[in-house]
């Protein structure tokens, strides 16, 4: 059984930061894409960020220069680095992950991933 556990979410001022981690067990997503979204309350889930297996990595524009996402495959664990932080950050966060991705994937919708974490909250005070 697949499971993606994510943790280090919290509160913070604005301009701080936070390091999210997203643990996979079950399985290795050696030949896939592990990403990140959030769903801010009222809003849609949105795309943040994925790094695929080539080290393919993009972002959202709004989290560009931002937010780093990054991988360590002996742990099987996807971070996501959050700096200079924004009230409009503030949002439950969700690992994603695919195991394996053909030439047409993208990665920024939410039906391109094959297991989902359950969330960690960002808060991030003005």
């Known amino acids: 059984q697949v499971q993606l556990e994510e943790s280090g979410g919290g509160l913070v001022q604005a301009g701080g930061s936070l390091r999210l981690s997203c643990a996979a067990s079950?399985?290795?997503?050696?030949?896939?894409?592990m990403g990140w979204f959030r769903q801010a309350p009222g809003k849609e889930r949105e795309f943040v960020a994925f790094?695929?297996?080539?080290?393919?990595?993009y972002y959202a524009d709004s989290v560009k220069g931002r937010f780093t996402i990054s991988t360590d495959n002996a742990k099987n664990t996807v971070y996501l680095q959050m700096n200079s932080l924004k009230p409009e950050d503030t949002a439950v966060y969700y690992c994603?992950?695919?195991?394996?991705?053909?030439?047409?994937?993208?990665?920024?919708?939410?039906?391109?991933?094959?297991?989902w974490g359950q969330g960690t909250q960002v808060t991030v005070s003005s």
């Open positions: 994603a992950a695919k195991d394996s991705y053909g030439s047409t994937w993208r990665g920024e919708q939410r039906y391109e991933y094959n297991y």
């Open positions: 079950g399985r290795t997503f050696s030949s896939g894409a």
């Open positions: 790094i695929t297996w080539r080290r393919n990595i």
